[in-house]
């Protein structure tokens, strides 16, 4: 192998707003890799007509040749021309990444089955929300399993997923286990004195600037909480609980963040019981950071929504967290349940307590997420993931070089 690995991550959603989670998480991690030397292009549908068909995002080439699929019915067509896609360009690089395990997966698989490339899977989604239990309602899921054996390796975040696809059938020594990591890059949220931060004051105005639901007096205590606004996202559950906080609070101020079906629904919840003036949905955001500094307590309000990069983005800003109680939550705070809140998924009265509790002891709950940030820093970094993510990339990139200086040769790589 000359050069650096040359990856093609095929993502389903590319794109760096606080609405679709694994979205997130994919934007980072090929800004991640590329830092890291390798060489990154990425591969995801458009959404609408009018998006161009390339574009550069932070130095990363981002190709969107094919439309989305609409339904299940107009998903033969997608594959069909994103198969066409990858057999024409697939040959300039080592690695064929796909990050879910949905419908993209059998195009990998038909092109790695005419070329030798090396494919990686990643499956994507926790709790309900996961990739594997999307595969009975699928109309190709059984096309999707036999193609999941024929890739080099599938990523699995998340011991319970683990666990359940091998359960599956899936061979075991096909998973390859990656922790998802914090960023030791995220400052922590705010000096210790928040409302005389000069960095939180100019977050404040900053953000004041972008909408106008989102100025606030430098008083008002803020609550924040990003996702899809779907059934899943456990958005509804957080109003609920809200509408009783404000009794206590009359500024408090809750700060939606992102979008989805049930966007509608929401603000006639809000206006019903009449705190739709405590609450700003300004839509997505690209970059979390001034969200973080202004942030009293962030919630992630659903095992299915938020675990796979609004957790451990608040985590490395230090912001206090009250969080869902969750088989992967707890894995993933494991040792440092007592530096977070918690409440069990749907339960609007145990959220609205686990908030109420972080409000009224603001100074120590800051003292505590700095102390869970340095503590997770020193056990799970994300340059720690970022590294096993480039050890595998590397290692089959070097095993299909060598395949490939073998077959010149006319050898067989048992016989080298």
Not at 274 to 295: K, S, Y
Not at 312 to 318: C, E
Not at 322 to 339: C, I, K, M, N, P
């Amino acid at each position: 192998m000359v050069g650096a690995t040359r990856i093609l991550m095929i993502s389903g959603y590319y794109w760096p707003h606080l609405s679709v989670d694994s979205a997130g998480r994919d934007v980072r991690l090929a800004s991640a890799l590329t830092r890291a030397g390798l060489t990154v292009e990425v591969l995801t549908p458009r959404y609408a007509a009018s998006w161009p068909e390339e574009l550069m995002h932070r130095e990363i080439v981002v190709h969107r040749p094919v439309a989305a699929a609409r339904s299940q019915w107009s998903i033969s067509r997608y594959l069909k021309y994103l198969e066409v896609w990858l057999t024409q360009h697939a040959g300039r690089f080592d690695v064929l990444f796909c990050t879910s395990l949905r419908e993209e997966v059998i195009a990998v698989a038909r092109t790695a089955a005419r070329r030798p490339i090396r494919t990686v899977l990643q499956h994507s989604g926790t709790a309900d929300a996961a990739d594997h239990l999307a595969w009975p309602a699928m109309r190709y899921g059984r096309q999707l399993r036999l193609a999941l054996n024929q890739a080099d390796a599938i990523v699995v975040n998340w011991a319970s997923v683990q666990r359940e696809l091998v359960a599956l059938g899936l061979p075991p020594n096909l998973l390859h286990r990656i922790d998802l990591g914090i960023s030791a890059g995220a400052a922590p949220a705010r000096e210790p004195l928040r409302a005389e931060a000069a960095g939180a004051l100019k977050a404040r105005l900053s953000l004041a600037a972008v909408n106008r639901d989102l100025a606030i007096d430098r008083d008002s205590l803020v609550v924040l909480a990003a996702g899809q606004m779907n059934p899943l996202g456990g958005m509804l559950t957080l109003a609920e609980a809200m509408t009783r906080l404000i009794d206590h609070w009359p500024d408090l101020r809750l700060w939606l963040i992102g979008d989805g079906q049930q966007r509608d629904e929401l603000h006639s919840y809000l206006r019903y019981h009449g705190i739709r003036q405590n609450v700003a949905m300004p839509g997505t955001f690209v970059d979390c950071e001034d969200l973080f500094r202004v942030a009293d307590v962030v919630v992630i309000p659903s095992p299915a929504d938020g675990l796979e990069e609004m957790l451990p983005a608040a985590l490395a800003a230090a912001v206090p967290l009250v969080v869902v109680d969750a088989v992967d939550t707890r894995a993933f705070l494991s040792g440092h349940e007592q530096s977070v809140g918690w409440f069990h998924p749907g339960d609007s009265a145990g959220l609205q307590a686990a908030i109420h509790a972080a409000l009224v002891s603001l100074p120590a709950r800051r003292a505590a997420a700095d102390r869970l940030r340095r503590d997770l820093l020193r056990r799970n970094s994300y340059d720690a993931t970022v590294a096993r993510y480039k050890q595998l990339f590397d290692s089959l990139a070097v095993a299909s070089s060598r395949s490939a200086a073998n077959s010149a040769a006319g050898r067989s790589p048992a016989d080298h």
